[in-house]
């Protein structure tokens, strides 16, 4: 049974860092991608950034670049986003989510597995 726990969100000020965590456990994740995705209040669920287990090659959606870094830890099977230089409009509920493809789609219906979320509020 494939699990993804989130960890790290939190209460930030505007121009502040954080870092997201996900903990991934239930099978090995080698041929998957693993992605972050947000969800502010009354917006649909975007997609914010992607890594593959194998080759670690990463994406990042065009208001991200620069500003957030995704990384994988394979001997722990985390997967961290680093996230700098943030604004109000960051604020949402970031998501941990997991499919089992090379390629995978933007939308969140297209992907298998997904953690409980994790709040990051950055105030101004």
């Known amino acids: 049974q494939v699990q993804l726990v989130e960890s790290g969100g939190g209460l930030v000020q505007a121009g502040g860092s954080l870092r997201l965590s996900c903990a991934a456990s239930g099978r090995s994740f080698s041929s998957y991608v693993m992605g972050w995705f947000r969800q502010a209040p009354g917006k649909e669920r975007e997609l914010v950034s992607t890594?593959?287990?194998?080759?670690?090659?990463?994406y990042y959606a065009d208001s991200m670049q620069g500003r957030f870094t995704i990384s994988r830890d394979n001997a722990k099977s985390t997967v961290s986003l680093q996230m700098y230089s943030l604004k109000p409009e960051d604020t949402a509920v970031y998501y941990c989510?997991?499919?089992?493809?090379?390629?995978?789609?933007?939308?969140?219906?297209?992907?298998?597995?997904w953690g409980q979320g994790t709040q990051v509020t950055v105030s101004s």
């Open positions: 890594i593959r287990w194998s080759d670690g090659s990463t």
């Open positions: 989510a997991a499919v089992d493809s090379y390629y995978y789609s933007l939308r969140p219906k297209q992907w298998s597995y």
